[in-house]
T-cell receptor, first 109, second 115 residues
Framework: GQNIDQPTEMTATEGAIVQINCTYQ??????LFWYQQHAGEAPTFLSY??LDGLEEKGRFSSFLSRSKGYSYLLLKELQMKDSASYLC??????????WGAGTKLIIKP | IAGITQAPTSQILAAGRRMTLRCTQD?????MYWYRQDLGLGLRLIHY???????GKGEVPDGYSVSRANTDDFPLTLASAVPSQTSVYFC??????????????FGEGSRLTVL
């Protein structure tokens, strides 16, 4: 079966760095998305990786290892506004998105 | 800039009633999707449409129907609501379907409670 695993909840301190991991099992693979979702709001796009390696975008970076079925989202210089859920989604061979349940990130002052 | 608009934002509904959730986008995107989001579960695809005039079933289509008469509108209908359909519903769109690897644009969600 197809599956996306990510931690349910993480806590970090303002100004610090946090890494949110995601492991995936999909039938075929056509990339991996990260979305941010603030409570009560819609998900918004953060990143898309299809090749191995790290892609940096400001304070946020996303990493992919296709051989390990693994990705992570790295958030630097954490701000209170980064408190949100972070959704990992794999793209399978039919270009369907398989979503994880999301990681709720709590930022403490 | 409207993007993608859903209505209503919130609704309480008696079981057995019919309900239509509306979704309109002004980005001229070909593909549109309906998801439901429940606590502890990932987004689950209900129905999708790759282009106007075509629709397809997602992971959890039972009890729901959709239509895509034009590019902009993609309503979701619950013919006879049941309490298990209590959820937050998100409409989304993307420029292309099939080999799309572009981002999805989401509406603000419709919170539906079925009593």
């Amino acid at each position: 079966g197809q599956n996306i695993d990510q931690p349910t909840e993480m806590t970090a301190t303002e100004g610090a760095i946090v890494q949110i991991n995601c492991t995936y099992q999909t039938s075929g693979f056509n990339g991996l998305f990260w979305y941010q979702q603030h409570a009560g709001e819609a998900p918004t796009f953060l990143s898309y990786n299809v090749l191995d390696g790290l892609e940096e975008k400001g304070r946020f970076s996303s990493f992919l290892s296709r051989s390990k079925g693994y990705s992570y989202l790295l958030l630097k210089e954490l701000q209170m506004k980064d408190s949100a859920s972070y959704l990992c989604a794999g793209v399978d061979s039919n270009y369907q998105l398989i979503w994880g349940a999301g990681t709720k990130l709590i930022i403490k002052p | 800039i409207a993007g993608i608009t859903q209505a209503p934002t919130s609704q309480i509904l008696a079981a057995g009633r019919r309900m239509t959730l509306r979704c309109t986008q002004d980005m001229r995107h070909n593909a549109m999707y309906w998801y439901r989001q429940d606590l502890g579960l990932g987004l689950r695809l209900i129905h999708y449409s790759n282009t106007a005039g075509t629709t397809g079933k997602g992971e959890v289509p039972d009890g729901y129907s959709v239509s895509r008469a034009n590019t902009d509108d993609f309503p979701l209908t619950l013919a006879s609501a049941v309490p298990s359909q209590t959820s937050v519903y998100f409409c989304a769109s993307s420029p292309a379907a099939g080999e799309q690897t572009g981002e999805l644009f989401f509406g603000e969600g419709s919170r539906l409670t079925v009593l």
